[in-house]
């Protein structure tokens, strides 16, 4: 498929309902897939989009997908990327990624940082296509943590 154009911006308060309807309608059924349905939590997923920064992108003003993001000395945690059905394969995670790589980089944070099941090879897939390099997390070794350098301004 074409590459799709989206414009990207921060979420508003009337947002919160289609992300979370977006959710249901892709991760909840990824974590069932993977047979890990403790993964996803509607309560910690509500929490989440109440407490990250969260980037959303459109498309003709249809939601395409977003990206949650908290914020560390030093460096932006992705906690979350979903893209709708309606727009996958269309490039609309990569932009996402990209985008919230500019912001780390204009915000003068040293990386990014990705925390993705070892099983989730379609999320390592989108973070090496940008850089990132895996490591096994020590605490938790189903979890792969991804990380990418970003330049010194």
Not at 89 to 94: D, E, L, S, T, Y
Not at 98 to 103: C, H, I, N, S
């Amino acid at each position: 498929m074409e590459r799709l154009k989206v414009q990207i911006r921060a979420m508003r308060g009337d947002d919160e309902g289609m992300l979370f309807y977006l959710a249901e309608e892709t991760l909840h059924p990824l974590a069932l897939g993977a047979a890990h349905p403790e993964r996803y939590d509607p309560s910690q997923l509500l929490a989440l989009l109440g407490e990250a920064a969260v980037f959303i992108a459109e498309n003709d003003g249809e939601v395409a997908g977003y990206i949650a993001v908290d914020r560390e000395p030093g460096v932006l945690d992705v906690r979350c990327v979903c893209v709708s059905p309606a727009f996958e394969a269309r490039g609309v995670a990569h932009q996402l990624v990209e985008w919230v790589e500019g912001l780390a980089f204009s915000e003068g944070r040293d990386r990014l940082r990705a925390v993705v099941p070892a099983a989730d090879e379609p999320s390592q897939h989108l973070y090496h296509g940008h850089d990132f390099v895996a490591r096994a997390d020590q605490d938790r070794p189903e979890m792969v943590v991804l990380e990418k350098r970003l330049p010194v301004q």
